[in-house]
Structure formats: C-alpha cells, structure tokens
C-alpha cells in the first residue's frame, strides 16, 4: 500500500505517544516511526520503564512528565484506556496539539463531550483509530454499499479477547465489548447503511451483547457483540441484504499492515492542512451517544 500512496515531500510531523502498552508497542510506536509523514519524537507512560522500552528502539525519548512530551511534539497519539484518554487529550489540546485519538473516546458521553469541546475551542486537528476505516478493502465495501439499496444488514464483532492475554485489560473487562468492539461496528453500520435513529441493547456487554438499529433510511441492522467467546482470530463482519445479492464485509485474511500507511498519511495531511477528515473527534462523539443509548439498562 505504501508504494501506492504518492510521495511525500512535506517534513515528517514530530508526534509524541502516550502509552506504552501492547497496543502502543505492536501499532502505534511502530507505524507512526515508519514515517516518512511522521516521526516518533517521544512516548511518556505512567510507567516509566515502559516508556523507555517503547521509544528506544526508534530513537524516541521517553519523558518525564506529560508536559514534558507537549514540548517536544506538534501532535499527540493516545493509546491509554478511556478515561485517561479523555483526561490527557483535553490538556493536549489546549497546548495547541493535534490529537490521534483510540476509540472510545471517553468513558461515558460526558467525558466525551467535554473532549469534543476542547478540540474545538482550541481549533486542533483531530482523527479516530478506527482502524477498519483506512483498510482498502474497506473502503471498496462502504463504496458499494453507497450504490446499494439495503433493506437489512447482520454485523457481528466476535473474540475471545478478554479470556486472557494482553488486552483483557480492566476497562476491556469492567465494560465489556459494547464500549470496547462497539464503536468499530456502529461505525462500519452508520457508513454502510445510513444514520442511526434508534438502538436497543439486549444481554451482557462483559458476556454476549445484541443490538438492534433501526436507521434513517428505513433499514433495520442486528450487531453480535462479544470479546468472551473461544473464535479463531476473531473478527469483524458486516452483510448487506437487499433486492441484490448480499454485500459482505469480513476482515476474516485481512492484513492490516495495508491499514496503517492510509491512516498515517490522512493524518499528516490533515494536521500540515488544518483540516480534519470525517473520522474525527465529533464522529467519536457520536459513537459513544450511541453505545449511551445502547447500553442494557
């Protein structure tokens, strides 16, 4: 993919990461020191000795202090649970630095909202890791699904993610896959089929979830939501049925290293621009409405 994009002739954009988790490590570390839009300046954690693990091999430096990492970066990726997140971004951005934000963004809407707020008193450039949104194949499906007359769509999010291993993490576990697996889904089913007008939650969000859409367009879509159940590799599916024959989206023998390159350009762009694309932090806003309204009561 990286072959495919033009080159880039810009200086790279200095970004300091917050986190140093697997996650952080194995994406956002490693992609965002690939360059060339972007340069890995610094990583600040609340774990020092894994901040120094997490920037070494890139030749970051791993800060003291989160102003620390401010002061050497004009944009700030976050790989954190939700609530530092929310916390830390706010501060980010009214230092004047753009934001490469998890989903999602907050714990609840409030924190949420208020993050959305501050993004736009500072004027700052912002951009979700909605990481199936920058995958080619992707973007093929979500471009038929704009030809297709869809009358109901079948989504599901399955892993056994939170059976243990590296991201069975205490708010993974405490929220469950609603807030977790969620906003991919919501996400994929508003772009593939329209705007949610309503949404109702079934069952357990730390076992087995149900949702129930019904959009604008007149669609109605069903999402399966789990992180608690033994499926190979996991993964993500969307099916669009209507008077043609099923449209289907499957990261099932996906390689997401194609993903990354689109998601660092379009956000090296959009800061050297001053422009944020559709996937920015009012689109994180509206996914955790959402899952708000989702949530079983």
Known sequence: MTDLLPPWTGEPLRVGLVGAGPWARAVHARVLAAGPETRLTAVWARREEAARETAAPYGAKATDRFEELLDSCEAVAFSVPPAVQAELAVRAAGAGRALLLEKPLGQDPASAR????????????????????????????????????????????LSGAFL??????????????????????????????????????????RRWLELTCEHTTGAISQCSLSGSVDVPGGGTRVELFGP????????????YEEAWPVLRREFATAVRTGVSGELDVRRGLRLQELIAQAAPA
């Open 114 to 157: 208020r993050l959305a707020d501050a993004v736009g008193e500072a004027g700052v450039v912002s951009q979700l890791v909605l990481s199936n949104r920058y995958h080619p194949a992707a973007r093929r499906f979500l471009a038929a699904a704009r030809e297709t007359e869809v009358a109901g769509a079948r989504s599901s999010g």
């Open 244 to 255: 043609r024959p099923p449209l289907v989206y499957d990261t099932a023998g996906l390689d």
């Open 164 to 205: 243990g291993g590296d991201f069975a993490t205490p708010w993974r576990l405490e929220h469950g896959a609603l807030l977790d697996v969620g906003p991919h889904l919501l996400d994929l089913l508003e772009a593939a089929v329209g705007p949610v007008a309503r949404i109702r939650g079934m069952g357990d969000p």
